[in-house]
């Protein structure tokens, strides 16, 4: 378990980094929480010329209050994010997926920026950043650029973020009283989900007036249930509504069959944990 | 109350029975002590091994020059290169004498047998170098059709080794009419076709890694006029042996060192390839060199365990009382017939008849020889296949019958009052007693409360349902009486050895040939020979893993250390006592005859003279004053061969939810009620039944290797071979009901593997008991939640039989280079 030989730069600002990242291209691998990268570094699945890591750029780190947003910095560890008082009060959805993800030591040394930027189809945040509207803050050479998370998941490890750039800010949305739950069916504990449902909800007189709804590993990214989504407003919060609205939420999806469930179970565990998320997440 | 040790009142409480905290913890679990790994000797090199990524090639050639000419490399050395040198890898039980094993050479210059094998081995001056030069090496395979699948590999479909002209390695069967120890099983089962009930079952054994925390590694100096081998392995006396057996090189040249060791599990009980390799390396360059595995290459070339289909025929009487009893194995060896091989599936020969007074039994089994990982020992090592088969089985019976499968159990076990008996195996079980251990575990478990809500739950229709499993478990621990051994056709003895070295000061100096890789013996042996000699337990020094230092041993496996290792140490120890008496008497001028030891002290009958064992120790280390004739030494050593195995038995109640909209399984309540005899420290055996049980139940729900159509093992990282941690498991409901084993003067019963023999089945008959009621009487092991939702949806199919030989995609070649020295790609690269 020894990676191949690299060089390894330590850039103090976003701007030390940017001009790191021009200079190597694609030779460079950019590391942050480093929970994903350094195995893959290890088992000599990739092997950069250099690696940069972002772990010394104070600006990277913290959560602040943005009027109608909640901003995220990338370098925010796991375990900030889901005890952060502004998070819970906001979005309580990534911090509701943050308690599920890994286990105690890849949540304090993981980042969210940089779980995000992996874009493993299986990571616990990719479903509630899609669910919560987040807007994901690209910064190059040329400034910054803002994409919505429905446009930031390109494919299986792959994202709009080009490649001179850095995700340096995730923008959330205020979604201040909506419920939220994160259902993760997984065999041990800190595995990788084999299916997960991220929901929020908004609820007005028993009645559900907004849902937003993503799924977890049931696609080469992260996927948002839209038809569920749409299916959900105006229904009341019971066992039954819900249930018919989450018969829908397979669809559109294309889950992976491996050793962990073929296919089709994951499309009918898919339809279950949408039904349990949504209810969990209105109170019901 | 604080963490302190309660101290005894009065020295004269005795150790054994206490929970004192292990001597041995503070470098264990710090970690700062001293592993293989981190030995590093003067002018060491690192080994790096080319593996070949095929499960079944023939080697077209090796180029080796670029790796040679890298930074840092000083050779690279292929199987030709090394000749005859490299040695061979021994079987040490051939189960039958016309058992057929290809030679096991650690580095094959021809044909591959399993992907993982060894082809090249690069020598640099780091380990990094090693593994950088390690991918310049261009090995050309020209692939070959490789034998997967064990059924198809037992019909000779694909052979795994073609010049064998058959898989099939060895067929061993037992039958009780022929050992005149029972009736005749055929004629019980056709009986029971008529007028009784036959139950008909095949069961699947997956295949497990046996996963120890710390990868293997050796180190070789061969500068000395020993060649000294540290190794992490749990047997430095039989691989002295096999190291000399397999290399030509004298035993009285070779020094095994197992200093601390991380973990076995069986999975250390072997003679490696990497071992020999290192071996050869160090003496061909003359230097010392270290090898150290990588975890990928530890689950892909380290031996796994298990891996047979059961097919079981059960027969009995209307009312349940068993007649007879039939079980064909089919074994899957792996590539190469290892150090055990099939003597693992012939070690369960003896326990499917388990705790029940069957009439009529027999076994066969069926080793084969197929393109993967090898095959060897893992926790339990062919008991708890036994266990798992008779304990489900009765679960059937009780089914059948329509009755609680406690009642199907009562019906059929061994009274107490019937010990010692005789089994239909052949095996005299000591002691025990099934009824005591069992009312006591449904007690504690609440049994009846736990049934009532099994019903309610099925008469509601409760989207979770709940499941009670029993396994009322025995086994045979205590490896081995050599004479059984011999009669098995095994290459060695089971005997052990102690020695007791009494220092000029009074401290004690404890050799023992068992090898400890966690157990705690280091303070279980104190507290023996503290209550013994009449010693204090910080006095006690215990001294092992060593040839030089502790020369003579079996090692540890099979539950065996205390129960054949601690009699050794009681006799040996009894020695000293006799040797100090005629010391003891002359000092004090008084007859042999009236001299008693009791607690440390050796006093004249009827008087109030005596002297401490620390006196006659000096005494007889200054040899001033010795009586005529009488040796300076109270130093003894006992070489102890067990008279019969050790029979641990008990009484495991398992209670599981199944979501029967998932098919996940959430383990509710689980209670054991173990009989090992006398407990010498209640903290250690508490631990081994918390972690056996975590590994049986381990099999149940999670652990599985599973292999693509190519021959790649897909779970060869932990994200896919997926072990439990402590938020996965309960907490667990530990109890004991003891009756001492007869067979050794402590009274004691191995505890090793007590707790993963009987979990599996107690598990798996939960899940299955949950579900029963909509049509399902199995489903395969590991109960994942697909297979479980599979059975009910399907209507009681049993899940689907293979997993899907394909890995989550978090770490695979989408995320970069690939090709590797430690991961196979199979036919994909």
């Known amino acids: ?284 | 109350m604080t963490a302190v040790e309660d101290r005894p009142d009065t020295e004269s409480a005795k150790e054994i029975g206490r929970d004192r905290r292990r001597k041995e913890d503070q470098r264990l679990i710090t970690g700062r002590t001293r592993w293989t790994d981190n030995i590093a000797l003067p002018g060491m090199l690192h080994l790096a091994m080319v593996r070949s990524p095929f499960a079944h090639a023939r080697i077209v050639s090796i180029d080796t020059e670029a790796a040679k000419t890298a930074d840092n490399v000083v050779a690279v050395l292929t199987g030709a290169d090394l000749g005859d040198a490299q040695g061979v890898c021994i079987n040490a039980w051939a189960i039958t004498t016309e058992q057929l094993a290809p030679t096991h050479v650690p580095m094959p210059t021809d044909r591959v047998a399993f992907a993982g094998e060894t082809v090249a081995v690069v020598v640099a001056r780091s380990a990094a170098a090693a593994r950088d030069a390690a991918e310049l090496v261009d090995v050309e395979y020209d692939e070959l059709p490789a034998a997967l699948d064990l059924k198809k590999s037992a019909a000779d479909e694909v052979l795994a080794h073609p010049d064998l002209g058959t898989n099939k390695s060895a067929f061993w069967k037992f039958d009780s009419e022929e050992a005149g120890t029972g009736g005749n099983v055929d004629q019980a089962i056709e009986k029971a076709r008529g007028d009784g009930i036959v139950i008909e079952r095949e069961y699947r054994q997956q295949r497990l890694i046996p996963a120890f925390m710390e990868p293997r590694s050796t180190v070789v100096d061969p500068t000395g006029e020993q060649i000294t081998m540290w190794t992490a392995t749990q047997i430095p006396h039989v691989l002295r042996f096999a190291l000399a057996a397999g290399s030509g090189v004298p035993e009285s040249k070779i020094r095994v060192i197992a200093p601390d060791v991380g973990g076995g599990f069986g999975g250390k009980l072997q003679q490696t390839p990497e071992e020999m390799i290192t071996f050869a390396v160090a003496r061909r360059l003359g230097k010392p060199v270290r090898y150290t595995e990588t975890r990928s290459e530890s689950l892909m070339a380290g031996h796994h365990g298990r891996d047979q289909w059961q097919k079981l025929t059960l027969s009995a009487e209307k009312d349940g009382t068993v007649t007879g009893l039939k079980v064909e194995l089919t074994a899957d060896l792996g590539a190469y017939v290892a150090i055990l091989g099939g003597g693992v599936p012939v070690l369960g020969a003896f326990m499917f008849n388990a705790i029940y007074k069957f009439p009529a039994y027999q076994f066969n089994c069926q080793t084969v020889l197929t393109n993967k990982t090898w095959t060897d020992a893992y926790r339990g090592a062919g008991r708890p296949e036994a266990t798992y088969a008779i304990e489900r089985l009765m679960d059937e019976l009780a089914a059948e019958v329509g009755v609680d499968p406690l009642v199907i159990r009562e019906k059929n076990w061994i009274t107490h009052e019937e010990f010692p008996f005789t089994t239909v195996a052949g095996l005299e079980y000591d002691s025990g007693n099934y009824e005591a251990a069992t009312e006591k575990a449904k007690a504690s478990f609440g049994y009846d409360e736990l049934r009532a809500e099994q019903r309610r739950r099925r008469e509601a229709g409760d989207r979770i349902q709940l499941g009670i499993g029993v396994s009322t478990f025995t086994e045979m621990c205590g490896l081995a009486p050599s004479r059984v051994l011999g009669s098995l056709n095994y290459g060695a003895g089971g005997w052990e050895h102690a020695g007791v070295r009494m220092l000029a000061t009074g401290k004690v100096e404890i050799t023992t040939g068992t090898s400890a890789h966690g157990q705690g013996h280091e303070t279980a042996f104190s507290q023996i020979v503290a209550d013994r000699l009449g010693v204090a337990f910080e006095d006690v020094e215990i001294l092992h893993g060593d040839t030089q230092i502790a020369h003579k041993g079996m090692d540890t496996y099979g539950s065996r250390s205390l129960v054949v290792g601690g009699e050794a140490l009681v006799r040996a120890a009894d020695k000293v006592i006799e040797k100090a008496k005629p010391i003891a008497a002359h000092l004090l001028e008084a007859s042999v005859d009236d001299i008693e030891f009791s607690a440390g002290r050796f006093g004249v009958r009827g008087t109030d003279q005596g002297l401490a064992m620390a006196e006659i120790a000096m005494a007889a280390f200054t040899a001033h004053n010795l009586p005529d004739g009488v040796e300076a030494t109270l130093d003894s050593e006992a070489t102890y061969d067990p008279v019969n195995f050790n029979y641990p038995h008990g009484t495991h109640l398992c209670a599981m939810e199944v979501d029967t909209e998932t098919g996940g399984v959430l383990m509710r309540k689980y209670t054991c009620v173990d009989d090992i005899g006398t407990i010498i420290n209640p903290m250690i055996v508490e631990g081994q039944v918390h972690g056996g049980l975590a590994q049986g139940i381990s099999q149940a729900l999670w652990e599985e290797a599973v292999y693509d159509d190519s021959g790649t093992l897909v779970s060869g990282s932990f994200v896919d071979y997926l072990l439990p941690t402590t938020a996965d498991t309960i907490s667990f409901d530990v109890h004991h009901n003891t009756t001492a084993s007869t067979t050794n003067t402590l009274g004691t019963k191995g505890v090793g593997e007590a707790g993963t023999i009987a979990s599996t089945p107690a598990v798996v008959n939960a899940v299955v008991d949950a579900v029963r009621h909509l049509g399902i009487h199995d489903i395969q092991m590991p109960c994942t939640p697909e297979r479980v939702w599979r059975a009910i949806h399907d209507a009681g199919a049993g899940g689907r039989a293979e997993t899907e030989g394909a890995a989550a995609p978090h770490f695979d070649e989408s995320t970069g280079m690939q090709g590797t020295v430690d991961r196979t790609d199979g036919a994909q690269s």
């Open chain 1, 1 to 284: 378990m020894i990676p191949t030989q690299f060089e390894y730069v330590a850039p103090a600002t976003v701007q030390e980094a940017l001009t790191a990242l021009a200079e190597h291209g694609d030779e460079a691998k950019v590391i942050a929480g480093g929970q994903s990268l350094l195995p893959v570094l290890r088992m000599r699945l990739n092997a950069p010329e250099v690696v940069i890591d972002l772990g010394g750029i104070p600006e990277l780190r913290g959560v602040r209050d943005d009027g109608d947003a909640i901003v995220i910095g990338a370098m925010t560890t796991h375990h900030t994010v889901l005890n952060d008082p502004l998070v819970a009060e906001h979005a309580a959805l990534l911090a509701r997926a943050g308690h599920e993800l890994a286990d105690a030591q890849i949540r304090h040394r993981g980042t969210i920026g940089g779980a995000l930027a992996h874009a493993d189809p299986a990571g616990d945040l990719g479903a509630p950043a899609l669910a919560l509207s987040a807007q994901f803050v690209i910064t190059g050479s040329a400034g910054s650029r803002t994409v919505p998370a429905d446009e930031f998941f390109v494919d299986l490890f792959e994202t709009a973020i080009g490649e001179d750039e850095l995700l340096t800010e995730i923008r959330v949305p205020k979604h201040t009283g909506w419920g939220a739950h994160y259902e993760k069916f997984v065999r041990v504990a800190h595995q990788w989900p084999i299916v997960a449902v991220a929901a929020a909800v908004r609820v007005a007189g028993g009645t559900i007036a907004e849902a937003r709804v993503g799924l977890t590993n049931m696609g080469s990214t992260p996927l948002r249930a839209r038809s569920v989504e749409e299916a959900l407003v105006g229904q009341p919060a019971t066992e039954d509504a819900v249930a018919q609205a989450a018969a829908r939420a397979a669809e559109g999806t294309n889950p992976p069959s491996d050793l962990n469930g073929a296919a089709d179970y994951r499309t009918h565990l898919a339809q279950v944990l949408t039904r349990r998320a949504v209810l969990a997440a209105a109170g019901a």
